[in-house]
């Protein structure tokens, strides 16, 4: 399985971005994918996850700004994040788990909240 994350960049306080993962390879070895977030000096943390029948899970403390969302066409998972704050400054990264519990990491893309 192999993992492309996009759509991180620098946005305000407030603001909004994407965040897609692209996935391609062994599919159908997927069982659920999601996000992670590393600031500087801090251990890499859950942002949100999704089965491959749609299940989310989300950090209790993201939930009310942050979607998850797939499209199994496009074999690819989406982050919104709405309401942007400068502690959201962090590399996310993106990772697939498959049936057999081997995980998988995209390269993690860099997003910077500020003014």
């Known amino acids: 399985v192999q993992l492309q994350a996009s759509g991180g960049g620098l946005v305000q306080p407030g603001g909004s971005l994407r965040l897609s993962c692209a996935a391609s390879?062994?599919?159908?070895?997927?069982?659920?994918m999601g996000w992670y977030r590393q600031a500087p000096g801090k251990q890499r943390e859950l942002v949100a996850t999704?089965?491959?029948?749609?299940?989310?899970d989300y950090a209790d403390s993201l939930k009310d700004r942050f979607t998850i969302s797939r499209d199994n066409a496009k074999n690819t998972v989406y982050l919104q994040m709405n309401s942007l704050k400068p502690e959201d400054t962090a590399a996310y990264y993106c990772?697939?788990?498959?049936?057999?519990?081997?995980?998988?990491w995209g390269q993690g893309t860099l997003v910077t909240v500020s003014s």
């Open positions: 390879g062994s599919i159908s070895s997927i069982s659920g």
């Open positions: 990772k697939a788990a498959t049936w057999w519990a081997h995980n998988f």
């Open positions: 999704i089965t491959s029948g749609g299940s989310t």
